[in-house]
Structure formats: C-alpha cells, structure tokens
C-alpha cells in the first residue's frame, strides 16, 4: 500500500495495460531486462532469470538441471515446491533421497554412499525455513558440497530482502559466493510483487530461456508487478 508502489503499478497499467500477451519466450518486454539486471547488481551476480512466481522457477530450474546420472539430496523440510520439483525430476530420471532437517551425519553417508554411482549431485536446501523460523547452516552445507563435489540449491524466497545487510539474502549473511550455489529469491515477500528469480551463470541463460519448460510455457509477469517490483527494489 505504499504509494509509490501503487503508483508505479497504475502507471504501468495505464502504458502497458493489464496484461504482456504472450510467454516470455516469444517476446517480452525490456523491463523484464531491466529488474534482472538490478537485481544481479543487487546481489553482485552476473545473471539471474526472472520466473512468473518461485514455484515455477523451481519447478523450470531442477527437473531441467537434474536428470539421469543426477542425484537429488533433498532436506525433507525444504518448501513444497522444492520438493514437486525434485519428484518432477525424478519422473525425468533423476535419482532422489530425502534426509532429517540439518542432520549433517546422515547427508555425508548418503553423499559417501552415492558420489561414485553419479555424475551430478545437488543438495536441495531452504535458505529461511519458512515453517521453523530457522537459517540454513551455510558453512557446513558448503564445506560437504565442496568434499563430494555437489552443488547446493538453495530456496532463499524467506530470505530474499529481510536476512543479511540490505536484506541480500542468507548467502550473502555468510559472505559466501555463488560458485557452487542455485540460489532462487523472490519478489512475492519483501518486494511486495510477484514472481521468481533465479541465479545461475550467463552461459546457462540460452539453457533456460530454450529447454526450461515453465519459462517457455508459463504466461508473462503483468506490467503493474514488473514496474512495482523495480520500485520496490
């Protein structure tokens, strides 16, 4: 309800109406551009790609990167939408195993265990859990992703805008990077909009934009939430 996010939203109805008109993949408009860029400013990233809401920038990002000779490593409490994904990916050929909330202990077996019967593993992880309140513990998650070789994705939709100075999200709270890092904020919390991004290097952007199937498929952000989310941020 603050006013210059309201009126941000009416001047964007009034240039562009309610509506873009077709999925991204087939034209968009430049503020799509534009609010990907400040947010990769934002969070000091090279690239990040703007989805309609987080569930579909989950549901586009891991059944895409996770396929057969993948294993899925999945914190049983991490978001609904984390967990339809990694069954998606699954139905793809993807292996997938669940492990009890922050056990430490029970992740590096099934790492120890698995690593040699697969090319690509990824450990699905919350950044806030939204049900507990809690922070994920990023310094041990790394130091076993960086043992096994497996990357970590992280669900930072709690987290985006409130954790870390000027709200940056749970990776930046740690001074970590995001080399061996899938993070996914949101625009639906603290910004007030709707939509989801994702960050992944620039050479993966054609991957998504041709192969990820809720980016091609899935109906454009409408205007008033592109312009209120660009105030907001």
């Known amino acids: 309800f603050h006013p210059r996010m309201i009126q941000a939203a009416q001047d964007a109805i009034a240039q562009w109406g309610t509506?873009?008109?077709?999925?991204?993949?087939?034209?968009?408009?430049?503020?799509y551009e534009e609010l990907e860029s400040r947010l990769a400013g934002f969070l000091g990233v090279d690239?990040?790609?703007?989805?309609?809401?987080?569930?579909?920038?989950?549901?586009?990002?891991?059944?895409?990167?996770?396929?057969?000779?993948?294993?899925?490593?999945?914190?049983?409490?991490?978001?609904?939408?984390?967990?339809?994904?990694?069954?998606?990916?699954?139905?793809?050929?993807?292996?997938?195993?669940?492990?009890?909330?922050?056990d430490f202990d029970e992740l590096e077996e099934l790492l120890k265990t698995n690593r040699e019967k697969y090319k690509h593993i990824m450990?699905?992880?919350?950044?806030?859990?939204s049900m507990l309140g809690t922070y994920l513990d990023l310094p041990k998650y790394q130091a076993l992703a960086e043992k096994y070789e497996a990357v970590l994705y992280i669900d930072d939709?709690?987290?985006?805008?409130?954790?870390?100075p000027g709200g940056r999200?749970?990776?930046?709270?740690?001074?970590?990077?995001?080399?061996?890092?899938?993070?996914?904020?949101?625009?639906?919390?603290?910004?007030?909009s709707l939509g989801g991004f994702v960050v992944l290097p620039r050479?993966?952007?054609?991957?998504?934009?041709?192969?990820?199937?809720?980016?091609?498929?899935?109906?454009?952000?409408?205007?008033?939430?592109?312009?209120s989310g660009l105030a907001a941020l």
């Open 19 to 31: 509506l873009a008109g077709s999925a991204r993949a087939a034209a968009e408009m430049g503020a």
């Open 123 to 129: 450990i699905a992880l919350d950044g806030v859990y």
């Open 157 to 164: 939709a709690h987290g985006f805008g409130c954790v870390s």
């Open 47 to 102: 690239n990040v790609i703007l989805f309609t809401t987080v569930t579909l920038a989950n549901q586009g990002i891991i059944p895409l990167l996770m396929r057969k000779r993948s294993l899925i490593l999945m914190d049983w409490e991490a978001h609904s939408s984390v967990q339809q994904a990694a069954t998606a990916a699954k139905g793809g050929g993807a292996g997938l195993l669940t492990f009890k909330h922050d």
């Open 169 to 192: 999200g749970v990776v930046s709270h740690y001074g970590a990077d995001y080399s061996n890092i899938v993070y996914v904020g949101s625009l639906e919390k603290s910004l007030a």
């Open 203 to 227: 050479f993966a952007r054609d991957l998504v934009r041709f192969k990820s199937s809720t980016y091609i498929f899935s109906g454009q952000l409408p205007p008033p939430y592109l312009f």
